[in-house]
Every structure is written in structure tokens, then in C-alpha cells.
């Protein structure tokens, strides 16, 4: 996973994360049923475009599909019992050690260079998303919290960090 991830300019973050989506598209053991296109949709805001990124649809969802079965012999079939369904139990878990929110350092230059011109609504705002990290954000924080900034990709500083 890990050098296919490399190859498709993955962000790390996005991806953990939205792997509990995945999850949810189906009980655990019927992923064959979704389309690929379906199935990698929930990946979609952590895979890097083309033509930068050299891994297809098809390669995500022949990961995945091998994922989720393996996850479903784990989890003992997609049996769920009275507390709710398989799928559901292991979303929460992944969400639970997956943050929804991570300080990029883009966020964190637009937040002091506000800052700096004496408007302190930006880090007070990255302040609240970053308190409770793996919360849920809102439709309106998503957009602008859990996201990739492409004008900023690659762009050694801001966007990465090695």
C-alpha cells in the first residue's frame, strides 16, 4: 500500500481518514457489489490528480476490495449484532484514531500572517477545528480544514515538509 500510496501523491491524513467511508458503503463482505468508481469516491479528496498521479481507479479498488475482505475475516464475517453493523463498528474505530483535522502548514501561514496584520479570526477559528481533532467537522470546516490546497502542492515549506 504504502508505495502505491507514494505513487498517487496520496495525502495521508485524507486518506486513513476517509477510509471509514468506505467502509460504510457496504456490509463487510459485499464490497464486490460496488462499482469501482463508487467504491474509490470516498478516497477521491486524498488522491493526487492526474497527471501527476500513477495509480487507477481500478488499482485503488483491487486494494480495496483485498482490504475489506481481509477486514471482514477479522471482524469474524459482517455479522453486527444488537449494538449495530459491522461496518458501522469499525468506521467509528477508524474515525476515533484518524483525525479529521491536522495542522497543515499552509492553514498555519494564512493564520499568522493575519495574525500579523492584527485580524486574529483565522487562528481562532484553526484553534476550534484543532481542539477536537477527530470531531466531525462541518460541511463549512471541511472545505476549508480537511482538505489539499493544489496551488500549494509540492511547494517545499508550505505544503510539504520532508
Do not use: C, H, I
Not at 94 to 103: D, G, I, K, Y
Request: proline share 5%.
Amino acid at each position: 500500500l504504502e508505495p502505491m500510496m507514494r505513487r498517487g501523491k496520496v495525502d495521508f491524513t485524507l486518506f486513513w481518514r476517509n477510509l471509514a467511508s468506505v467502509v460504510e458503503l457496504t456490509e463487510l463482505g459485499s464490497q464486490l457489489e460496488v462499482a469501482d468508481e463508487a467504491l474509490v469516491a470516498p478516497l477521491r479528496s486524498a488522491l493526487g490528480t492526474a497527471p501527476q498521479t500513477q495509480v487507477t481507479d481500478a488499482e485503488w479498488a483491487e486494494w480495496l476490495r483485498d482490504w475489506l475482505r481481509a477486514l471482514s475475516a477479522a471482524e469474524g464475517g459482517a455479522e453486527g449484532g444488537a449494538e449495530g453493523s459491522a461496518a458501522s463498528k469499525v468506521a467509528l474505530r477508524l474515525r476515533s484514531v484518524n483525525p479529521s483535522v491536522v495542522a497543515r502548514e499552509w492553514l498555519l501561514v494564512e493564520a499568522y500572517e493575519a495574525a500579523q496584520r492584527g485580524d486574529l479570526g483565522p487562528v481562532l477559528d484553526l484553534q476550534r477545528v484543532l481542539a477536537e481533532p477527530y470531531a466531525e467537522l462541518s460541511p463549512e470546516d471541511a472545505a476549508r480544514y480537511a482538505r489539499r490546497n493544489a496551488e500549494l502542492e509540492g511547494r517545499p515549506g508550505v505544503a510539504v515538509m520532508t
